[in-house]
């Protein structure tokens, strides 16, 4: 597993937190991603906004990096690959299908995203499976974090960040894994994203990323805001 992850135990599962923001389930040879964005860079240039180009590529090419770091032969995708329908760009869409044809053998699947369903499905020839939601061995994944009676939620949508406050009184905000008794949510993967303070209970666990590490921080100590 790359440097930096933390192995935890979900539900009665043992899953890897990496760096990169994606968690992988040894179990089932498989990664979970959520909240890609791709094409939101490209989006915002097509409503005149002087965004750099490039987020979308380095996005899929850190994606590209993780899976073949873990050898996931199963990528699983909690909700928002594609920001918005006029961010599907000839050049996006191109990246994606080389993306794709890099991982030939992988099978795919997307939980469908509020963005995903404004945008657009995937051309059948990139062979990526949709579906509103998916129950295995316990766990449900969702796009939004909402408890279901099925099992424990994995899901993303909220791009999840908390506030750490060091011993100089400086402050930062880093992205993070965060599980309550229900509901798991994973950062956000994507380049170009932003993320929401959030404000956990102090019997949740939470993880940061930091400086290429996974750190589970205290909830009820003086280092969170």
């Given at each position: 597993m790359p440097q930096g992850s933390v192995e935890v135990l979900v539900a009665g599962h043992e899953l890897t937190l990496l760096?990169?923001?994606?968690?992988?389930?040894?179990?089932?040879?498989?990664?979970?991603?959520a909240d890609l964005h791709v094409g939101k860079g490209a989006s915002f240039r097509a409503d005149a906004v002087p965004i750099p180009?490039?987020?979308?590529?380095?996005?899929?090419?850190?994606?590209?990096?993780?899976?073949?770091?873990?050898?996931?032969?199963?990528?699983?995708?909690?909700?928002?690959?594609?920001?918005?329908?006029?961010?599907?760009?000839?050049?996006?869409?191109?990246?994606?299908?080389?993306?794709?044809?890099?991982?030939?053998?992988?099978?795919?699947?997307?939980?469908?995203?509020?963005?995903?369903?404004?945008?657009?499905?995937?051309?059948?020839?990139?062979?990526?499976?949709?579906?509103?939601d998916l129950v295995i061995d316990g766990f449900v994944l969702k796009h939004h974090p909402e408890e279901d009676e099925r099992?424990?939620?994995?899901?993303?949508?909220?791009?999840?960040a908390v506030r750490m406050i060091g011993q100089g009184r400086q402050v930062a905000k880093l992205p993070a894994f965060w599980f309550g008794s229900r509901v798991g949510v994973l950062p956000a993967f994507g380049e170009f994203t932003g993320d929401a303070t959030v404000y956990p209970a102090a019997e949740d666990r939470v993880f940061v990323i930091a400086d290429g590490d996974v750190v589970e921080v205290s909830l009820t100590g003086a280092g969170v805001m």
């Open positions: 760096p990169d923001g994606a968690i992988y389930w040894r179990e089932r040879s498989a990664l979970l991603v180009s490039g987020s979308s590529l380095d996005t899929l090419s850190a994606l590209s990096r993780v899976l073949d770091a873990t050898g996931a032969k199963r990528l699983l995708m909690l909700g928002d690959f594609w920001h918005a329908k006029r961010g599907r760009t000839d050049l996006i869409n191109q990246a994606v299908a080389e993306w794709r044809h890099r991982h030939s053998g992988l099978e795919m699947l997307l939980v469908e995203g509020n963005h995903d369903r404004r945008s657009g499905e995937f051309p059948l020839e990139l062979g990526i499976e949709t579906v509103a099992g424990y939620v994995l899901c993303g949508h909220i791009h999840p």
